[in-house]
């Protein structure tokens, strides 16, 4: 059975050079085709419209271009990863050939003392380790089209999540309202009445609290909350605080909760990100408080690696270990009606700080208080305490 031909394209200034190289090529019982070309441009148009070559023998100093110019300017006629490429030459040293394996070759190749055996061999070589570069290529393409689609699903599910809840908001409004007009009709008489009116006027203000706090999640990362926060916006944690603070008075000074915190620093997230998670973590510390124990939340930061790692610790009901992971996804809790909230105060906690290049997690022991941790990009700088 007769081999399949392959094509060498001889890129190289010196006619001698190519000569010699072409001369290897016939000398041994091969199955390889020889084109020539004498500059660095007239190689690149040999290889983009006379091609496809499996393999191109380049000088590197040419009159026009260095091999590693060519090199470049072949991937962008051609596309990446190019052609299989030996890099040829008489003054090359180990730094160049570092250069040249980088900018694409895939052997190098000195001329002082080549024979047949090692031009062969180079080829061969080129050849499959091109074939390994060929296949993290298309891996590597693959993935860039998984994630784009991955991208784009959640991006779908999000614009869903946001027109559903906001569609909802109106009818669960005209059922709180009906309910309301209902019980002003009733007889003042009738408890049975009164009591379904209340029972219904309760369940319609959850579901919109649900749907409210669903609208916060499908905004994180929409083009609208995109443009209403600061990409790379550094902002101090102690502001934060006293922001979600504030959010949270009423339920504070009913509690008799305390907020301890010393001097911390500043962070890279917008500061209505910041707040978000604060608020989230110090009304759940309350929320799920000891009936007989005063809520006390100790809020520190540590330096880790560039990031600040946040600890937000409380002395409330705590958990079991085992659901650590599971509390941060949406709808999931622990605890049953009794306890006001939607369940996605946790999930929103960990898209905000994901999305600004963090982590979210907690520790918690039954009956002593669970500590909150979320990383974040440090900003170098340090707020003073009030």
Same mark, same amino acid.
């Given at each position: 059975?007769?081999?399949?031909?392959?094509?060498?394209?001889?890129?190289?200034? +010196?006619?001698?050079? =190519?000569?010699?190289?072409?001369?290897?090529?016939?000398?041994?019982?091969?199955? !390889? $085709? +020889?084109?020539?070309?004498?500059?660095?441009?007239?190689?690149?148009?040999?290889?983009?419209?006379?091609?496809?070559?499996?393999?191109?023998?380049?000088?590197?100093?040419?009159?026009?271009?260095?091999?590693?110019?060519?090199?470049?300017?072949?991937?962008?006629?051609? *596309?990446?990863?190019?052609?299989?490429?030996?890099?040829?030459?008489?003054?090359?040293?180990?730094?160049?050939?570092?250069?040249?394996?980088?900018?694409?070759?895939?052997?190098?190749?000195?001329?002082?003392?080549?024979?047949?055996?090692?031009?062969?061999?180079?080829?061969?070589?080129?050849?499959?380790?091109?074939?390994?570069?060929?296949? =993290?290529?298309?891996?590597?393409?693959?993935?860039?089209?998984?994630?784009?689609?991955?991208?784009?699903?959640?991006?779908?599910?999000?614009?869903?999540?946001?027109?559903?809840?906001?569609?909802?908001? &109106?009818?669960?409004?005209?059922?709180?309202?009906?309910? $309301?007009?209902?019980?002003?009709?009733?007889?003042? @008489?009738?408890?049975?009445?009164?009591?379904?009116?209340?029972?219904?006027?309760?369940?319609?203000?959850?579901?919109?609290?649900?749907?409210?706090?669903?609208?916060?999640?499908?905004?994180?990362?929409?083009?609208?909350?995109?443009? *209403?926060?600061?990409?790379?916006?550094? &902002? $101090?944690?102690?502001?934060?605080?006293? &922001?979600?603070?504030?959010?949270?008075?009423?339920?504070?000074?009913?509690?008799?909760?305390?907020?301890?915190?010393?001097?911390?620093?500043?962070?890279?997230?917008?500061?209505?990100?910041?707040?978000?998670?604060?608020?989230?973590?110090?009304?759940?510390?309350?929320?799920?408080? =000891?009936?007989?124990?005063?809520?006390?939340?100790?809020?520190?930061?540590?330096?880790?690696?560039?990031? !600040?790692?946040?600890?937000?610790?409380?002395?409330?009901?705590?958990?079991?270990?085992?659901?650590?992971?599971?509390?941060?996804?949406?709808?999931?809790?622990?605890?049953?009606?009794?306890?006001?909230?939607?369940?996605?105060?946790?999930?929103?906690? =960990?898209?905000?700080?994901?999305?600004?290049?963090?982590?979210?997690?907690?520790?918690?022991?039954?009956?002593?208080?669970?500590?909150?941790?979320?990383?974040?990009?440090? @900003?170098?700088?340090?707020?003073?305490?009030?």
């Amino acid at each position: 059975m007769e081999a399949t031909l392959k094509r060498l394209l001889i890129v190289d200034d +010196c006619a001698e050079d =190519r000569a010699y190289a072409r001369d290897l090529m016939k000398n041994q019982l091969s199955n !390889w $085709q +020889c084109s020539e070309a004498s500059t660095g441009r007239e190689g690149l148009e040999l290889a983009a419209s006379g091609g496809p070559f499996d393999c191109i023998l380049l000088d590197y100093l040419l009159p026009d271009l260095t091999g590693i110019e060519f090199l470049n300017m072949l991937s962008e006629r051609i *596309g990446e990863p190019g052609v299989p490429t030996v890099l040829f030459t008489g003054v090359g040293d180990e730094e160049m050939a570092v250069r040249a394996m980088k900018a694409g070759a895939d052997h190098y190749l000195s001329k002082g003392g080549l024979s047949r055996e090692g031009l062969f061999y180079a080829l061969e070589n080129a050849i499959e380790h091109f074939e390994v570069r060929l296949s =993290r290529h298309r891996i590597s393409k693959l993935l860039e089209r998984a994630n784009e689609e991955l991208k784009r699903s959640n991006e779908d599910l999000e614009r869903f999540a946001f027109a559903v809840s906001h569609d909802l908001k &109106s009818p669960i409004r005209t059922v709180s309202l009906c309910a $309301q007009l209902l019980a002003d009709r009733c007889d003042a @008489a009738d408890a049975e009445a009164s009591e379904l009116s209340q029972i219904i006027q309760s369940n319609a203000k959850r579901a919109a609290e649900l749907i409210e706090d669903l609208l916060t999640h499908a905004r994180l990362g929409s083009q609208d909350d995109i443009a *209403g926060v600061k990409t790379g916006q550094v &902002s $101090q944690l102690e502001e934060g605080i006293r &922001s979600a603070v504030e959010s949270l008075k009423g339920e504070l000074r009913e509690t008799g909760a305390e907020i301890v915190y010393g001097s911390l620093p500043s962070v890279v997230v917008s500061k209505t990100h910041l707040a978000q998670v604060f608020q989230n973590l110090i009304e759940n510390a309350v929320k799920y408080r =000891r009936p007989t124990v005063t809520p006390r939340i100790e809020i520190s930061a540590q330096e880790q690696g560039g990031q !600040w790692v946040i600890a937000v610790e409380d002395n409330g009901q705590g958990f079991e270990p085992d659901y650590a992971d599971v509390i941060f996804q949406p709808f999931k809790r622990l605890h049953g009606t009794e306890y006001p909230g939607s369940g996605i105060g946790l999930a929103t906690c =960990r898209k905000i700080v994901e999305r600004n290049g963090g982590r979210i997690w907690a520790k918690s022991t039954p009956n002593a208080g669970s500590t909150f941790y979320f990383c974040l990009p440090a @900003a170098g700088t340090y707020a003073t305490a009030s």
